[in-house]
């Protein structure tokens, strides 16, 4: 066997050589098709028909080993739609916005072998075209700090602290987080730590919920006595039943009023009549929900406030009607709480959407993500479109996640989100204990038992401080001994972890508290056989961390 050692990586850039394009038309379809009807298509046409599961495009190619970012030639004459992605059997999902001709749009960071790979496009939501694959020398960096305070000038003490606190951590720790109280408790059962972000739903105090015997019975106190007793970090979004209109038949039930198809509702016509009776049901609203957070305001708690949530998918009834009348209504609500009732502990999280629908600077103070992807995502292509439009500019949170994140893939493609939350139910009851476990006790993943109370916490050792990078790191493996050699050049005595990867992010081992001494130093690490491939090695302490990647060839 060949071991080819590559050149020093660290956790700041990763990168590659060659440049690819790959045509669709050319690629093997699946109950897909070529097509040339519309114009605008590189190449000699495109692919349509993406209309049912098992639909999908499979490119098989060779490239050079190594980080790449990925873009998709698409086109989506009827608005945002989800796709599929699978690189080299490793799973995700992406959006892409509308767009009624031929765009291009970032599919993130993916990692490619040195030869044959395969990426297939599956369904998704269908109904969309797909141009081409382009790929290029791929670089991660850390996400740069928001340099904007709080939106709201008369924000309380402990609102400007905690925004202080996300804004420090950012880039370096990600916060755990869980919605629904019994879903916290599960996680301590499990994990024996509690997630530092707590996540409400004041939905059942809805007015047209209550009308029909909903009783929400002191939630409000329950989560003050919550945030009282951990130290925790409040999340309150709302699912926002329809003032009136609510359709109320089979499948579209009055407790589902919050979605589009259960309401007849329409936001665009009560914003444009501020006399009407509706109008007034849309501000008794804004008011019953002021009520409860006034309660957080009393008892000096800030709150992370995200209401409005996927407008622009367009399921909600405050989507339904277009980016405007949500903008609209989104100021309505900032305006009403803040200055009319005069709610100073918010921070203002927006989800987002297509780049038409954000509110403005003025009126979001931090911005986040839903996803719902496959298990062991990256989320690297949704990171990345964020990143395009709020780095340096606003926090990014993953405000909701249907799987786990992966700390190992974070830190490789640094999509270090302000904090993490999974949704309730079986999407965190449902998740292997075994890597829910692994992912509390990651030293990146913060849980109260790290920090304690979030408002006597000042900092990890070096949290605040810019990571610094070793002068030199290589790996080889070698077969005589069955180890991993690092080479590691340094300038202080350290206690540092070292992990190995597989190139799709897969840890395959992994030692702490091992002791290097300062200057030129080799880790020799026991490792079962290696076949052929590439793979990461990953070398951290609590000061710096770098990768180095080699190459195992037949």
Request: aromatic share 12%.
């Amino acid at each position: 066997m060949l071991w080819v050692i590559w050149p020093l990586l660290t956790c700041n850039a990763y990168s590659t050589a060659n440049d690819l394009k790959l045509e669709a038309e050319d690629a093997a379809l699946t109950g897909v098709r070529k097509s040339t009807s519309r114009t605008g298509y590189s190449g000699t046409g495109y692919v349509d028909g993406f209309d049912t599961a098992g639909d999908k495009i499979t490119f098989t190619f060779e490239a050079t080993g190594g980080l790449y970012d990925l873009f998709i030639g698409f086109c989506t004459p009827n608005g945002e739609k989800g796709y599929d992605l699978t690189v080299n059997g490793s799973e995700s999902t992406g959006m892409f916005p509308a767009s009624s001709t031929f765009d291009e749009v970032s599919a993130g960071k993916i990692i490619l072998v040195n030869g044959l790979n395969t990426i297939v496009m599956g369904n998704g939501w269908g109904w969309y075209y797909v141009d081409y694959l382009r790929m290029s020398a791929g670089v991660t960096v850390p996400p740069a700090q928001p340099q904007q305070d709080l939106t709201d000038s008369l924000a309380t003490e402990d609102a400007k602290k905690l925004f202080r606190l996300l804004k420090g951590l950012y880039g370096k720790k990600i916060l755990s987080g869980q919605h629904g109280l019994s879903d916290l408790q599960y996680i301590k059962t499990i994990t024996h730590h509690t997630p530092v972000v707590a996540g409400f739903d004041l939905i059942e105090y809805s007015p047209s919920r209550i009308e029909y015997g909903s009783n929400p019975g002191g939630s409000s106190e329950s989560w003050i006595a919550w945030e009282q007793e951990k130290g925790c970090i409040i999340n309150l979004l709302w699912h926002w039943n329809a003032p009136a209109d609510l359709i109320n038949t089979t499948g579209k039930e009055w407790w589902r009023g919050f979605y589009t198809e259960a309401t007849t509702f329409n936001i665009a016509e009560v914003l444009a009549d501020t006399t009407s009776a509706r109008y007034d049901l849309l501000i008794r609203d804004i008011d019953a929900i002021a009520v409860q957070l006034k309660k957080f305001r009393d008892a000096d708690i800030p709150v992370l406030w995200r209401p409005l949530h996927e407008a622009s998918g367009g399921w909600f009834w405050w989507g339904a009607k277009g980016p405007d009348p949500f903008i609209e209504l989104w100021k309505l609500i900032y305006n009403r709480l803040g200055n009319y009732h005069q709610l100073h502990n918010l921070i203002w999280v927006y989800t987002s959407g297509d780049p038409e629908w954000y509110p403005g600077d003025d009126f979001v103070d931090i911005a986040s993500l839903d996803i719902y992807s496959s298990h062991g995502s990256s989320m690297s292509a949704d990171w990345e479109n964020a990143q395009a439009e709020y780095n340096g500019k606003k926090l990014v949170a993953l405000s909701e996640s249907g799987t786990l994140p992966v700390p190992e893939k974070i830190r490789l493609f640094n999509t270090w989100w302000s904090w993490f939350s999974l949704w309730t139910g079986s999407f965190i009851q449902g998740a292997d204990t075994t890597e829910l476990k692994a992912l509390y006790n990651d030293d990146d993943m913060l849980t109260l038992e790290k920090i304690g109370d979030w408002r006597t916490f000042s900092s990890l050792p070096d949290a605040h401080a810019v990571p610094r990078q070793p002068d030199e790191i290589t790996a080889f493996y070698n077969p005589v001994k069955n180890c991993l050699h690092i080479d590691y050049d340094v300038d202080d005595n350290e206690i540092v972890t070292v992990q190995l990867f597989d190139i799709q992010g897969c840890l395959l081992l992994s030692q702490s508290d091992v002791k290097v001494t300062s200057g030129y130093a080799r880790i020799e690490i026991p490792a079962r056989s290696l076949s052929q491939g590439v793979y990461i090695a990953v070398i951290s302490s609590n000061k710096s961390m770098a990768a180095a990647k080699f190459v195992v060839v037949n």
